[in-house]
């Protein structure tokens, strides 16, 4: 069986802790698998069956549920006196007032508790009040490059697929086929039910065309700085009306739905965020690639962008886009005191320092790298290192 190790290690880590663990992510990025995968885990680890308690909220078996009430009622008269029980709920924002119930179960028993869903609205409001410094999140991604050459069993030689990987993306169901037509139909239907449902059912859109064309063009701008006037603008020429506060309320419902990822730019003379022209990169490219109907050769570089953002999220990191003076550095990524910059191109340019340039401008010793997909570019400069693309996502296996 393909095992997800970074998520079941993290789960692992925080194991019969007070701590409520909250897995967040796009839809079908794998939620669920990791959840089965991890229960399955406690019972070879000799937790009893009657000690663990899953539900999928998507189940119609548990249509009468999804009420505070009834969902708690159901989980204490299953629970064991004297024993500690694990629960897992999946997609648990179907449930009205979950929050309420999950902070009763920490309360009321000597419980384990996992809970995941589609939307970013589980880490706010009510849940956040009420569980104040007792719950840590778990986000999960579509497959890394890593994970996506495990599952497909492609060990000799990985940088053979890497293109497939920049045109299909990493979604797990889609991995699993072989035929690109079902797989671009695969890919379609994951967009439009995170749309549809993640993103319009929950938040009752008024204008289907506006959220789409705004999702359509912030795809076909991966990379580019995005301003809401030109996107009213691109809305105008469509004969759709908005303006700029509700542009971005649209942008910030695709972002709670793990469909975009906001990079914003940071001053790295004035040590501050800037508010605007940010970033927004896809959670996947395949996406990108079956919306937009393109070959993954268009706007490459870009894409490449967006595999290198979504990786260092994966890893941990909170990234920005810098400036430093009238120089752009593609990614300045953090952890803790760990600080590393990161540009990245197709290849290095002839009789040029752009890509390398930037970096060395930049007076301090944090890690200082250039990403590359052309592998005979590799080396270093002057400290700073340059990296073939497949290596530097392979990097954890070395």
């Known amino acids: ?9 993290k789960l692992e880590k925080y194991k019969n802790t007070e701590f409520v663990k909250v897995i967040t992510g796009v839809r079908r990025s794998g ?13 070879k680890d000799g937790i009893s069956e009657k000690q663990i308690i899953f539900i999928n909220f998507e189940s119609m078996k548990y249509r009468n549920l999804l009420n505070n009430t009834s969902f708690y009622e159901y989980v204490m008269d299953k629970s064991l006196d004297g024993q500690k029980m694990y629960l897992f709920f999946d997609e648990i924002q179907r449930v009205e007032g979950w929050e309420d119930a999950v902070n009763s179960f920490r309360v009321d028993l000597n419980a384990d508790i996992y809970v995941s869903g589609s939307n970013a609205s589980l880490l706010s409001g009510e849940l956040a009040t009420l569980l104040t410094g007792r719950m840590v999140e778990v986000p999960v991604f579509p497959l890394s490059f890593e994970e996506y050459v495990q599952f497909k069993e492609f060990k000799d030689n990985p940088e053979q697929i890497f293109n497939d990987y920049v045109e299909e993306g990493g979604f797990p169901a889609v991995a699993l086929i072989n035929d690109s037509e079902v797989k671009r139909s695969v890919i379609d239907g994951i967009y439009s039910a995170i749309i549809l449902r993640d993103v319009n059912e929950r938040a009752s859109v008024r204008n289907d065309d506006i959220l789409t064309s705004i999702a359509s063009y912030l795809l076909s701008e991966i990379g580019n700085p995005i301003s809401t006037s030109k996107i009213t603008g691109v809305l105008k020429n469509e004969k759709l009306t908005s303006n700029a506060t509700s542009v971005m309320r649209y942008i910030q419902l695709l972002e709670e739905a793990f469909i975009f990822y906001k990079a914003q730019r940071y001053d790295l003379r004035g040590k501050s965020r800037l508010k605007t022209l940010a970033k927004y990169y896809a ?7 079956t919306t937009l109907n393109e070959s993954y050769r268009d706007n490459y570089g870009h894409q490449l962008e967006n595999i290198v953002y979504i990786e260092l999220l994966r890893r941990g990191y909170m990234v920005d886009v810098g400036r430093y003076d009238n120089q752009e550095i593609d990614f300045i990524a953090k952890k803790g005191p760990i600080i590393e910059y990161y540009q990245v191109t197709m290849q290095l340019p002839i009789n040029s320092d752009r890509e390398v340039g930037n970096l060395k401008k930049l007076n301090d010793n944090y890690r200082k790298v250039v990403i590359t997909a052309n592998k005979m570019n590799t080396g270093n400069d002057a400290g700073i290192e340059i990296i073939y693309i497949v290596d530097w996502l392979l990097e954890n296996k070395k």
């Not at 069986?1 to 290690?9: C, G, I, Q």
């Open 1 to 9: 069986m393909f095992v997800r190790s970074l998520y079941m290690n």
């Open 31 to 43: 939620k669920t698998f990791i959840l089965r995968m991890f229960r399955d885990q406690l019972l």
């Open 283 to 289: 959670v996947d490219t395949g996406i990108r690639n």
